[in-house]
């Protein structure tokens, strides 16, 4: 008890300052405003927001991960080194020795095949990831086993190109979790359609405990308040510089472009295109920028049949002004991207035909016979920059004849209306479920079932564009070995979206950060499971 109010007392006093206070953060904490209203829970084979993948990354290690400085390439993270079998299948893995959790327990190999088996029998949002590889409740032991205490063997239903398990294997929901900790604290349950199985497999525990090996561990998490992790001075490689690292909730903008300026915190996560302007002039801040995996785009839906003609699908790209939203609305935050696989990603291509062309979009819908135009209803999310991208097309799509109306509304209102299919016209963004071309090129160019009651949930089958034709060159890519081939394919795939899909791709995220110039070391990585801070000082 005497600790609990002792921790509770220190992250209140970091909480409670007043923006305005002039008072300056611990030199041995890093507090970051940040918006933190979407964390639910903090097991990583449960939780599939963004922030939680960042703080996820920093307590737990994987196998492996790929490299940041060269995304193309994978790096041993707990594993020393692995082998694949002549037939693609099997996948061996070699720890490295003398690895310790935050507790104090040896990792082991036990402790990678119960962190797979537990993802996959709790079956949670990220467990497809792994579900991929034919792996199920009933055959995850066998799948993904321990030989040894060093030796992890996982058995794949495909020859898959080793690239795409391997990137796979680097997402957070692989986390290797403690077995000996969290067993004790697992929870016998009555099988449900929350729990299939006999036990929780500690996930009520780890929702708001951490059991892991990475560089620091977590010391606490507040609903809409803050999460707290502290340096793992057990850690098995480079200690943190820093004893504790703050993430604060503060959803708004100007609210932590504020707290910034007065050092009431030492990053700010959130910053606005208005914001991010004011701050590239300050004496007192940095501004730390990478491209995200996340791209945005506008879904026509194909059960419209206006929509589901070629021509009107092709003069909707010609009538979104590009330039103009990339110099205003993302202006610092995005950057203007037409194909659906992000810089940086394996077969990105940077082709961008479409510009606002009006007089062109014209003359597409009076080939398809809608001279004088029609009129479409667009789902928007309530939030910048969605709302001003829609409205700017609004206006650009009434040039041409096409009356949209905007129903706007929250990001469940929205995404449950288009999941369900019953959109006109939607506009969204699109994060890598993990760093593979893959994750991509299935959402946009695959549809294996188009009947409204599959099981299928890709952007294509969300849009009811079935194609079959594009949908088995996915699959082939998926199974090529050859890296320069693979690309080759993707690059192919991603032209034939470009001119034929009801996709109009936007722009790719630009995470940005401002950063107190006391700060050393804040580097933003390619997605958010790469943004470390164990090497972050303060001076």
Known sequence: MQRKWLVATALAGILATAPMAMAATPIDTLVQGYALDEIITMDPAEAFELSTAEISANIYDLLVRFDVSDTSKVRGDLAQSWTISDDGLVYTFKLKPRLTFASGNPVTAEDVAWSFERVIKLDKAPAFILGQFGITGDNVTEKARAEGSDTFVLTVDRPYAPSFVLNCLASS?????????VVDHVIPVVPSTDYKWDSDFGNDWLKTHSAGSGVFKLREWRANEAVVIDRNEGYHGSKAKLARVVYRHMKESAAQRLSLESGDIDVARNLEPNDLEAMATSELVDL????????????LNQN????????????????????????????????????????????ELNDRPFKLDVAKAKALLEKAGLKDGFSVTMDVRNAQPVTGIAESIQQTAAAAGITI????????????????????????QWGQDYFDPNSNAQAFA????????????????????????????????????????????????????????????LFQQIEVAGVRKNVRGLKLGPSFDTNFVGNVAKE
Not at 309 to 318: G, I, N
Request: proline share 3%; net charge neutral; glycine share 6%.
């Open 173 to 181: 929901s692989s986390a290797v979790v403690d077995k000996k900790l």
């Open 288 to 299: 730390v920028e990478a491209p995200k995996g996340t791209v945005f785009y506008i879904g």
């Open 304 to 347: 419209n049949q206006r929509l589901a003609t070629p021509e009107v699908r092709q003069a909707f790209k010609y009538l979104v002004d590009y330039d103009a939203i990339g110099q205003t609305l993302i202006k610092g935050v995005g950057r203007v991207h037409q194909t659906f696989l992000p810089a940086g990603v394996l077969g």
């Open 405 to 428: 109306e905007i129903i706007p509304g929250d990001d469940k209102q929205t995404l449950t209306k288009y999941r369900a299919r019953n959109h006109d016209i939607y506009i969204g």
């Open 446 to 505: 695959s549809n294996t079932d188009n009947s409204d009651r599959s099981k299928n949930s890709t952007l294509a089958w969300r849009n009811a564009w079935d194609v079959s034709e594009l949908t088995a060159k996915t699959d082939a890519a998926l199974m090529e070995t050859d890296g320069a081939k693979r690309r080759a394919m993707y690059e192919d795939i991603q032209r034939t979206v470009l001119e034929t899909s009801p996709f109009i791709l």
